[in-house]
């Protein structure tokens, strides 16, 4: 254990993001998301609500603020304006996190596929809400 880490981040999570670098992406997904046929660094994170997943993520990781969008939601096929509750608490979180608006831009499900294909890891959770899939860009940190 150490100090000042939430308990859900274990070692190979917390690597993860300490090695990305600004620029590289971390998906965040839902149990139904084909993460181990569509990703080489999975990190499994079992019966952690998806929403505390990426706090506690964006306890240590910055968002990117130098491009715009620098996170995404997957939203069903044909249907880029459609916003769930998942991705309204997700963006409440981020927010929060960041101190700041952070704004998920919508990418359809087959197209979320390919982007969260090019993550440097994707964090698995067993959080069980369609369309709970989510794309971060580190940002810098800074001070």
Request: charge should be negative; glycine fraction near 8%.
């Amino acid at each position: 254990m150490l100090k000042g880490i939430p308990r859900t981040l274990g070692p190979d999570l917390l690597w993860a993001l300490a090695a990305m670098g600004h620029g590289d992406r971390l998906a965040v997904v839902d149990a139904n998301y084909p993460a181990h046929s569509h990703s080489t660094r999975v990190i499994p994170l079992a019966a952690v609500p998806l929403v505390d997943a990426i706090g506690d993520v964006l306890s240590l990781f910055p968002v990117d603020d130098f491009v715009e969008p620098a996170a995404f939601r997957m939203v069903p096929d044909g249907r880029p304006e459609e916003v769930l509750d998942v991705h309204r608490d997700v963006e409440r979180a981020a927010s929060s996190a960041e101190g700041r608006a952070v704004r998920f831009a919508p990418v359809e499900r087959t197209a979320f596929y390919d982007l969260a294909r090019g993550c440097f890891a994707t964090v698995a959770t067993t959080d069980d809400r369609p369309y709970g899939c989510f794309v971060l860009t580190k940002g810098v940190v800074s001070g």
